[in-house]
Every structure is written in C-alpha cells, then in structure tokens.
C-alpha cells in the first residue's frame, strides 16, 4: 500500500489560517469516511486531532477542522498558534482492514 | 486515562531477533483493537500491524508481513510486536496505539521504543 500524499511544508502567520491536503485512493481515503489527523512536536508522540473525517477529540480546541472531497481530505487550522507548529500525518482506514498513513506536512509558524 | 506503557530502548545487532512490550491500563483491554507504528528518524508514520486481544484476530501491513509478529496476552494487558532478523533499517522508534471503533482512529499512543540496530 502506498502512503497518502501530503505537501511537505505549509507555512502561516500568527492568526492565519492554513490548509492541509490528503490525497489517496478508492481504496482507503475515497472509500471510507475513515480519515484522521495526528500532530506531532518534536520527540514527542502523535496526538489525534481528529478522527471520522470531521470530529474532534475532547481536548482539541475547535480552530481544527477535518473534511473531505473525493479522494482528498484536508485539515484547516485556523487562527494559527505558536504552539501548533508542528508535523501532522493523515491516516485512514484502508481495504483489508489495513491503515495507511500520509508522508507528513510540517507546519511552521511565521 | 489510558495509558500505554512501552518497555525500554533497545540496542541489537543485524540479524537478532526482537520482543517489545507495551502494557495498557485504564481500559477493557479485549475491548479495542491495539497496533504499532513505526518511525524511521527524521520520516514519517508507518503502520505496522494489529491484534484484536477479545479473539486475537490479527492484521498486517502487507509490506512488512512475515517480518514482524503481533500477539497479545488477555492475563496481562500487554502487547507485543516481535521482530526477526534485524536490519539496519529497522532502527527506528516503535509506538504501540489503541484503535477505536468511531473512524477506526489511533486515539492514544505509547511513549515509544528506540531500536537501534548495528551491522
């Protein structure tokens, strides 16, 4: 299986919004409503930040958003913080009940 | 609060064999699927593997099956992820995750397990 492509950096200021992009197959993002997003600051490990396309863990401050189109999925911050710089992975659920993540997309704060 | 408490680094040589731990709490533990990631460091996420503890029904990324074994004892609420004839390239930091059934999500992760592995 094949990870799910992610841009490799986005970039925003201080209360911006950005936007990250997921983009799979029929077989895993397009075929389930399946998809979640992780953060992860350095050496530490993931955290969900959103899981089933579109909701948000107890915990997760709700300037994060989950959607899907198709085959891609995406997550918007919006009014960016310091404290979300950061890589995030995309993952989804996948046929043979198997999981996949995406490549990564680092997150930096300007 | 769930926890996932993962046993300690390790250092190996090319071709040994390993068992990593991961103990969990605060939960039924038969009740939710329980897998392992894996981080090359500096890369990205890569999906190893998971055991269904109530039935032990187990599934497998397709490009690491056959090198990694996944098992589980019900009696102790721990996890295993087993690996055989070590590479180079196996060194990396393991993370053992919960799966919940909403969005088939990794809702809580282990602190990890550096592997190192030396030719």
């Known amino acids: 299986q094949s990870a799910l492509t992610q841009p490799r950096s986005v970039s925003g200021s201080l209360g911006q919004s950005v936007t990250i992009s997921c983009t799979g197959s029929?077989?895993?993002?397009?075929?389930?409503?399946?998809v979640s997003w992780y953060q992860q600051h350095p050496d530490r490990a993931p955290r969900l930040m959103i899981f089933?396309?579109?909701k948000r863990p107890s915990g997760v401050p709700d300037r994060f958003s989950g959607s899907k189109s198709g085959n891609t999925a995406s997550l918007t911050i919006s009014g960016l913080q310091a404290e979300d710089a950061a890589d995030y992975y995309c993952?989804?659920?996948?046929?043979?009940?198997?999981?996949?993540f995406g490549t990564g997309t680092k997150v930096t704060v300007l | 609060e769930v926890q996932l408490v993962q046993s300690g680094a390790e250092v190996k040589k090319a071709g040994e064999s390993l068992k990593i731990s991961c103990k969990a709490s605060?939960?039924?533990?038969?009740?939710?699927?329980i897998g392992w990631v894996r981080q090359v460091p500096g890369k990205g996420l890569e999906w190893l593997g998971m055991?269904?503890?109530?039935?032990?029904?187990?599934r497998y990324n397709p490009s690491v099956e056959g090198q990694v074994t996944v098992s589980a004892d019900k009696s102790v609420s721990t996890a295993y992820l087993q690996l055989v004839s070590l590479k180079a390239s196996d060194t990396a930091r393991y993370y053992c995750?919960?799966?919940?059934?909403?969005?088939?999500?990794?809702?809580?992760w282990g602190q990890g397990a550096l592997v190192t592995v030396s030719s």
């Open positions: 029929s077989s895993d993002v397009g075929g389930y409503d399946f």
């Open positions: 055991i269904h503890p109530g039935d032990s029904d187990t």
């Open positions: 089933a396309v579109t």
């Open positions: 995750v919960r799966r919940v059934e909403v969005g088939a999500a990794f809702d809580s």
């Open positions: 993952g989804s659920f996948a046929t043979s009940h198997s999981y996949v």
């Open positions: 605060e939960y039924i533990f038969t009740n939710y699927w």
